[in-house]
């Protein structure tokens, strides 16, 4: 019942969040599944390790593909994604925690870059 409880309280988070929260709780995604990879190439689960590291690409995909392309930083991001997709695309093919950790580095400056501007503006 608990876990029911928190898939709803999760779905009406997400239903429920701004443009820009939902950019946030992208970034933490692509950062929870790439240390759920870390943790499963330590146990040997190479299955766990490839999904959970198609789960952080495809949200770095989703990030790319939603640029907006009339700020000139677009340019900036995109050159950071493709970085981050082809490390993640390397870190999959070779199961090596150090080239996550090389992404995630780059995924949590996104995000806290992402929380400053999200905290600039609320403060206008």
């Known amino acids: 019942m608990n876990n029911n409880m928190a898939n709803a309280y999760q779905r009406n988070a997400i239903m429920t969040a701004t443009p820009a929260e939902l950019t946030l709780m992208l970034y933490e995604g692509a950062i929870k599944f790439c240390n759920i990879a870390i943790v499963a190439i330590e146990k040997k689960?190479?299955?766990?390790?490839?999904?959970?590291?198609?789960?952080?690409?495809?949200?770095?995909?989703?990030?790319?593909?939603?640029?907006?392309?009339?700020?000139?930083?677009?340019?900036?991001?995109?050159r950071v994604y493709d970085y981050i997709a082809r490390r993640l695309l390397d870190a999959n093919l070779q199961k090596d925690i150090e080239i996550i950790e090389d992404a995630l580095k780059y995924i949590r400056e996104m995000r806290d870059a992402w929380k400053e501007v999200m905290r600039l503006n609320s403060a206008k």
């Open 45 to 78: 689960d190479i299955e766990k390790a490839n999904a959970n590291i198609k789960k952080a690409q495809a949200i770095i995909n989703e990030l790319r593909v939603t640029l907006d392309h009339k700020y000139s930083v677009w340019e900036d991001f995109e």
